[in-house]
């Protein structure tokens, strides 16, 4: 594709214009996931940075099909990244709430310490392995819902988690979690 050719060296203008040209199906993509349409006018901004900053490494097979799969990865990550906030804030009004003597406190706080504790560490992990092992072991999602979203096949992802099994068993010690 010409215009690609151009972007890559430095054609502002062509840029502009593949902008133009699919923003409107990146949009749609990112809201299907976000649905949140200035959550997702945002994110199509981001996502269209990435697409610049991530043009040399394009192979020339199916720009569509790459340039969306950028898309919904970057939606699902500000999807998760919502849901923890959510989930952080749920657990502090929760604790707030509660009247709970002074052992239940500090089991709670344990708790809370070592959930923080796991969700950092998952930081830790390799870009590939930590989405099956947040989508497999956090979201509760099936091998079939993951393979869909990543668009692949389900044997890859049942590779995948195997792999990121064996890579936190090299890496962590369950003294680390304690």
């Known amino acids: 594709m010409v215009l690609i050719e151009k972007v890559k060296l430095g054609d502002d203008e062509a840029f502009r214009l593949l902008v133009g040209k699919y923003h409107n199906d990146l949009f749609r993509v990112i809201y299907s996931v976000?649905?949140?349409?200035?959550?997702?006018e945002d994110a199509a901004q981001e996502v269209f940075m990435k697409i610049y900053t991530s043009l040399p490494k394009?192979?020339?097979?199916?720009?569509?099909?790459w340039i969306t799969r950028i898309a919904?990865?970057?939606?699902?990550?500000?999807?998760?990244?919502?849901q923890r906030r959510r989930e952080d804030i749920a657990e502090?009004?929760?604790?707030?709430?509660?009247?709970?003597?002074?052992?239940?406190?500090?089991?709670e706080v344990i708790h809370r310490e070592r959930r923080r504790l796991v969700r950092e560490r998952l930081n830790e992990l390799p870009d590939n392995y930590r989405d099956?092992?947040?989508?497999?072991?956090?979201?509760?999602?099936?091998?079939?819902?993951?393979?869909?979203?990543?668009?692949?096949?389900?044997k890859t992802i049942e590779t995948?988690?195997?792999?990121?099994r064996i890579w936190m068993k090299k890496h962590w010690r369950e003294e680390d979690f304690l």
């Open 160 to 164: 995948k988690l195997y792999r990121a």
């Open 58 to 65: 394009y192979e020339n097979q199916g720009f569509k099909t």
């Open 34 to 40: 976000l649905k949140d349409q200035k959550e997702s």
């Open 92 to 107: 502090t009004v929760e604790f707030d709430r509660e009247d709970k003597d002074g052992k239940d406190l500090e089991t």
């Open 132 to 154: 099956v092992i947040y989508g497999y072991y956090i979201a509760e999602k099936s091998y079939q819902e993951m393979a869909l979203e990543q668009n692949v096949q389900v």
């Open 72 to 82: 919904v990865n970057y939606a699902i990550d500000i999807k998760r990244k919502q």
